[in-house]
């Protein structure tokens, strides 16, 4: 079992950054591909980025290419995402997911999920 815990949302003005991390405990999470999903408000959850267990692979939602970067160290047990430029669009519950393979975390088929961190961005 693999336990995440998001941390680090909050209330930004447009054009400010937040940087969002994912705390994991539990089995080898080195070994795990981790991701970062948001739900914004009567929308259905949408993937953000992902990277691979050694880090060598990174994904991004078009959205957000070029303002958000996701990044992990190990020897943490930690998955960040930090965003710039941000916009009201970007307001949402932001949750990280892990699994085994990194298909089934950008395919939301992610073992394990955290609880969320809510990200307002205010205009």
């Known amino acids: 079992q693999v336990q995440l815990a998001e941390s680090g949302g909050g209330l930004v003005q447009a054009g400010g950054s937040l940087r969002l991390a994912c705390a994991a405990s539990?089995?080898?999470?080195?070994?795990?591909?981790m991701g970062w999903f948001r739900q914004a408000p009567g929308k259905e959850r949408a993937f953000v980025a992902a990277i691979s267990w050694a880090g060598g692979s990174k994904y991004y939602a078009d959205s957000v290419k070029g303002r958000f970067t996701i990044s992990r160290d190990d020897d943490k047990n930690t998955v960040s995402l930090q965003m710039n430029s941000l916009k009201p669009e970007d307001t949402a519950v932001y949750y990280c997911a892990a699994d085994g393979s990194l298909r089934a975390v950008v395919d939301f088929r992610g073992d394990y999920w955290g609880q969320g961190t809510q990200v307002t961005v205010s205009s």
């Open positions: 539990g089995r080898t999470s080195s070994m795990y591909a």
